[in-house]
């Protein structure tokens, strides 16, 4: 059997609209609510997103909780 | 061990039906209904796809609801 | 980082069982109950499949329901 | 941009062992348990397995059940 | 439309923690429990795993249960 | 039809944010909860991520809980 080695490092699509739009959330600290599976609606601002997860700072001080993409079901500004 | 850097830049296969019908929906701003897994049914337009989310608004003025496309269980048209 | 860009136009396969499974039940507009995730099970008739979605028909000049195929638990004929 | 087109088409892995032994089980006949994401629990048949689906016979001369590969929790022979 | 056929055959990449542990519970008969998406744990020992699924013997003598990975939430060695 | 065969040695893409934040949390040995799929809440201290498990100590001395990735919805810090 033949075999190769790789290593991907997938980069954000920046020319997609979603990450834009989070990354403009990420911008202007603005306030947001997402619908986790089995966890329900968090709230807080996002630090940064990667391929895999949102960074949710859900209160001033307190450590980040990283959220699964896949687990993130809707993402919405708040007010 | 051997390793590349790639970054893929995904765009919406405009050949493939759904993508076309979602964007039909889109132009004409028709009222939409989405079932949402582990949310229920969400009411709007749509405003954009891409390859991650749909993105709808849910009232005039009100941000848009980022819906993630794995977690988009049924999309219909309303009426 | 280098980078490629690329477009991928994914077909269905239609040397796939089910996906000829799927393209007789659109032909004959065989009645079908789908089971979707979260949602329950849904009848009519398939209008059209893709690689992302299922067009269903629930009833005569209603809108398609489009149901994503990761969340199609079950597809059966009807009687 | 540049775009490329492709047609992919994935074949069954042979060498798997879990291909085998589910092909083992539509040869046979055997009946089996299949526990469905949000179903609950099918018995019947295996006539075929492709890349996506596992076809499943509930009852004689009773249309064939689509089983989505991915909502298949756990498939086990009855017995 | 350009079109390629290919076949690929994944192996499991037994560079990976997690590959090797599951090979050391198989290899020592270690009594596991496994908590399965909508069905609750299971108890058993494992006997083999590849790319789709672990096959767990809840019982001497009674037939394996294919256990989809993506299902299998958590996994632990009892005792 | 052609075919290759080939095998893939997937590493883990220590340029990404949340891959860098988990080996944080890992070397300091911090204590988190991990938010499971249809399990709950699980506390303890990770002691490694592979590409598709993280691996909890719940209690000292007690064996490794391997947390399928895709499962995890959320992961914090405590304290």
Same mark, same amino acid.
Do not use: V
């Given at each position: 059997m033949q075999s190769f080695f790789e290593k991907r490092l997938a980069a954000?699509?920046?020319? /997609?609209p979603s990450i834009r739009h989070l990354q403009d959330l990420i911008r202007h600290k603005t306030p947001v609510a997402i619908q986790v599976m089995g966890v329900g609606e968090l709230e807080g601002t996002l630090h940064w997103q990667d391929v895999a997860y949102l960074a949710l700072s /859900?209160?001033?001080g307190r450590p980040l909780t990283l959220i699964n993409r896949a687990a993130a079901c809707t993402i919405r500004a708040l007010g």
């Open positions: 954000l699509d920046t020319s /997609q /859900q209160a001033e």
